[in-house]
């Protein structure tokens, strides 16, 4: 089954301690991203990854990180997580860039105390 | 910068038709306009794309005037499981991509 999953679907953690959330598509997708959703303000996006070794910046890439060494796998890093990261986390992929269809995985939720 | 923006919400009964349009004030000449549904405790899922004019599927129909400004999204005859966030999203540059913030459908019997 074509999918992106995710992982773990729910983290609680505490403030400054790293993690790192796991993101993988069986699509052979060029394109992957990670967006935060939060109330009243929608997806916004965090990174994006045109292809294996390239990444930039999205609308909010501060206190993150990620990484695109295999083109099936694009983790989000934080490496000192704070409160306002507290948030619902969505990967997704596409074929190609810009206009081809997204495919999101199920989210996780991220609570940082 | 792009901004792209949609009501907050809307509420509607079943049977009836559905339109929610969104602003899209700075997009792109060759971007396309995408509309995504989601419900809760899942990833938004891909409803319907266009470029100009008209386009319709089975889900949906979505109208871009020629200037491309806008987009209005159509669900005809809705049922309580088209409850849900619809999003629609352009690109602001590159491969940037800009969602807005969301219409929560109701649907009422």
């Known amino acids: 089954e074509a999918q992106v999953t995710q992982n773990p679907r729910y983290l609680i953690t505490v403030t400054g301690k790293k993690l790192t959330v796991t993101c993988s598509q069986n699509?052979?997708?060029?394109?992957m991203s990670w967006y935060r959703q939060d109330p009243g303000l929608g997806l916004r996006q965090i990174y994006y990854?045109?292809?294996?070794?390239?990444?930039d910046k999205g609308d909010v890439p501060e206190g993150y990180k990620v990484s695109r060494k295999e083109k099936r796998n694009f983790p989000l890093i934080l490496e000192s997580p704070s409160p306002n990261q507290t948030s619902l986390y969505f990967c997704?992929?596409?074929f190609g860039t810009g206009n081809s269809p997204l495919h999101f995985g199920n989210g996780t939720r991220l609570t940082v105390t | 910068l792009a901004k792209t923006t949609q009501p907050i919400s809307m509420d509607s009964y079943e049977g009836q038709e559905v339109n929610i349009t969104c602003s899209h004030n700075?997009?792109?000449?060759?971007?396309?306009i995408t509309w995504y549904q989601q419900f809760p405790s899942q990833g938004p899922r891909f409803i319907i794309q266009g470029y100009k004019t008209k386009v319709t599927n089975e889900v949906a129909s979505l109208f871009i005037p020629a200037d491309r400004k806008s987009s209005t999204l159509s669900l005809p005859r809705v049922s309580l499981s088209d409850t849900a966030v619809y999003y629609c999203l352009s690109r602001e540059y590159g491969n940037k991509l800009v969602f807005g913030a969301g219409t929560i459908l109701r649907v009422k019997s």
């Open positions: 990854s045109m292809n294996v070794e390239v990444t």
């Open positions: 699509m052979n997708h060029e394109y």
């Open positions: 700075n997009i792109a000449t060759n971007d396309y």
């Open positions: 997704a992929s596409s």
